[in-house]
């Protein structure tokens, strides 16, 4: 009923920068908590930021300063922007997106989405 689509990943050098983007689509009421995980080959996925729709943000200790959160509610799309990334930022980001939608009996729902994850490569 609704599809998370991110785009923006690929591969960068130590100290570069990268723009991730999230676009929601379906028959979209609202949207909740928007945020940004990530899972490095090994790991646990984990939070890297998330952002309320009163755009309160929270970022995770080891991209403070350096990774921005930030939405387009009109879009339904959610941005984050990477700067001075290192290699332990290589990972798999996905993002994550609480939306109230109207499902095919016209019935509103409020569910948790995920997208289908994009590759980050930082090289050293």
């Known amino acids: 009923q609704v599809q998370l689509v991110e785009s923006g990943g690929g591969l960068v050098q130590a100290g570069g920068s990268l723009r991730l983007s999230c676009a929601a689509s379906?028959?979209?009421?609202?949207?909740?908590?928007m945020g940004w995980y990530r899972q490095a080959p090994g790991k646990q996925r984990e939070l890297v930021a998330v952002?309320?729709?009163?755009?309160?943000?929270n970022y995770a200790d080891s991209v403070k300063g350096r990774f921005t959160i930030s939405r387009d509610n009109a879009k339904n799309t959610v941005y984050l922007q990477m700067n001075s990334l290192k290699p332990e930022d290589t990972a798999v980001y996905y993002c994550?997106?609480?939306?109230?939608?109207?499902?095919?009996?016209?019935?509103?729902?409020?569910?948790?989405?995920w997208g289908q994850g994009t590759q980050v490569t930082v090289s050293s």
């Open positions: 994550n997106a609480k939306v109230t939608y109207l499902d095919g009996s016209y019935l509103s729902r409020n569910e948790n989405y």
């Open positions: 379906g028959r979209i009421l609202g949207i909740d908590d």
């Open positions: 952002i309320t729709n009163s755009d309160t943000t």
